[in-house]
């Protein structure tokens, strides 16, 4: 126990102690934003506005360039389901939950795989991530040093997987603000992958913001599945 303690405290020992309010600030924004998204509740945009913007000034300070993008674009989108979220469209609804047609996906999947590829590029331009390899031997990289159990190995890998997180959770964010209910898929695969992510940064609370994050995206799609079975059966 003393160990995991130690873990989760270590990286905060000289901290500057603003630094530390505000990534905790940030952190309980981001869980309270995804809670209001649970609920189908607008809040989740203006709350999600918050953290992100307080994570933005926090990853520039930190040289998280693959995670201040995300934040940026979440910054930029959550202004996009804002708009979405309250204009009024056919008999004074707002718009539904609803499940993503062919075209809905292959935009998803593209969000994913233009983002993924700009994040590569970014990352090997400031050698982040080995310049070297190709596609084929950056898979077996990454993989060789996820499986090989060493914490070190696992740091390495890191812009890898920043990579992955970055493209799944753009693309979250455009099925978020369109009310897609397979948003909360991606939040999950993103957050299964983000929360040892973070330990190995050295950011204990976002990475505890993660785990709860991950518990309540479950939640959220078991929420509005219910919510989107509801509509159906009350629609003519």
Known sequence: ????????????????PLM?????????????????????????FPTGIISTGIYVFLLSRWNLYGDLIINVYYTMMSI????????????DQHIPISRSNTKDRLKAFGIFLFTSVFVIVVYRYYDVMPREFGFM???KYAF???TSGSLEDFRKITPFLDTFTTGVFFAAMWQMANKKIENWN??????????????????GFTGIQYIIFLILAVQGYREWRRLLLIKQQDSP
């Open 144 to 146: 060789s040093h996820m």
């Open 20 to 44: 530390v309010i505000l990534e905790f600030i940030a952190a309980f924004f981001g869980v309270i934003s995804v809670y209001f998204a649970k609920k189908e509740n607008i809040l989740v």
């Open 80 to 91: 996009y389901g804002w708009y979405m979220w309250s204009r009024i469209i056919d008999n």
């Open 1 to 16: 126990m003393s160990e995991i303690l130690e873990f989760f405290i270590q990286p905060y020992r000289g901290a500057a």
């Open 186 to 203: 991606l939040w999950i695969a993103g957050n299964i992958v983000s929360v040892p992510l973070y330990f190995v940064k050295g950011y």
């Open 137 to 139: 031997e950056s898979i």
